[in-house]
């Protein structure tokens, strides 16, 4: 069964770093390109960032403005999301996700999410 | 960028009512590029449609997606009571991949 689980999350001070972990189970995770997507409380979702399939290439939504860093190890089926010089507007749930195989290559939608790590940017 | 616009914010509906939800782009972008959401309150998001018209695995035939150019349209044919939830759509930028999402609309009851 395909299962992605988050960690990493917790509370952290302004200007402060932290690293959100995904681990992967249940498919070829070296074959699919993997999304991070947040949602912070009582608000929509909001697409973070992805990596290819290889780790070869990262994308990120304009707020991301260099603080963000995506990244994967395929040898331990797991990508990361590094968080710098967080800032209250960050906090929110964290989902991994998995981007979908097909017309779009390895570009496609999101057809896999995890449950998500809460992260909470707090004085 | 492109912008996704929702409406309505909330459909307020009853079971066995038909739901139809809009999805407007700022500029148009291809069909291939545009997907919806479900998302359940305490769950992870579900995806129901990609390609703008094509059901997810397992996805009831009770919903359908439809659209090109710059409006999209999710159809919900006759909602059963697990269907009140919020919906997303997502689009894709040709390139760079830079996705993002609309504001959501709520169905409830």
């Known amino acids: 069964q395909v299962h992605l689980v988050e960690s990493g999350g917790g509370v952290v001070q302004p200007g402060m770093s932290l690293r959100l972990a995904c681990a992967a189970s249940g498919f070829t995770f070296s074959s699919y390109a993997m999304h991070w997507v947040r949602q912070a409380p009582g608000k929509g979702l909001e697409w973070v960032a992805i990596?290819?399939?290889?780790?070869?290439?990262?994308y990120y939504a304009d707020f991301v403005k260099g603080r963000f860093t995506i990244s994967r190890d395929n040898s331990k089926n797991t990508q990361y999301l590094q968080l710098s010089s967080l800032r209250a507007e960050d906090t929110a749930l964290y989902y991994c996700?998995?981007?979908?195989?097909?017309?779009?290559?390895?570009?496609?939608?999101?057809?896999?999410w995890g449950q998500g790590t809460m992260v909470t940017v707090s004085s | 960028e492109i912008v996704l616009t929702q409406s309505p914010a909330t459909l307020s509906l009853s079971p066995g009512e038909r739901a139809t939800l809009s999805c407007r782009a700022s500029q148009t972008i291809s069909s291939s590029y545009l997907a919806w959401y479900q998302h359940k309150p305490g769950q992870a998001p579900r995806l129901l449609i990609y390609d703008a018209s094509n059901r997810a695995t397992g996805v009831p035939a009770r919903f359908s997606g439809s659209g090109s150019g710059t409006d999209f349209t999710l159809t919900i044919s006759s909602l059963e009571p697990e269907d009140f939830a919020v919906y997303y759509c997502?689009?894709?930028?040709?390139?760079?991949?830079?996705?993002?999402f609309g504001p959501g609309t709520k169905v409830d009851i």
């Open positions: 997502q689009q894709r930028n040709r390139w760079p991949p830079i996705f993002t």
């Open positions: 990596i290819s399939f290889d780790g070869n290439n990262e």
């Open positions: 996700a998995r981007g979908r195989l097909g017309a779009s290559g390895t570009w496609g939608p999101i057809d896999i």
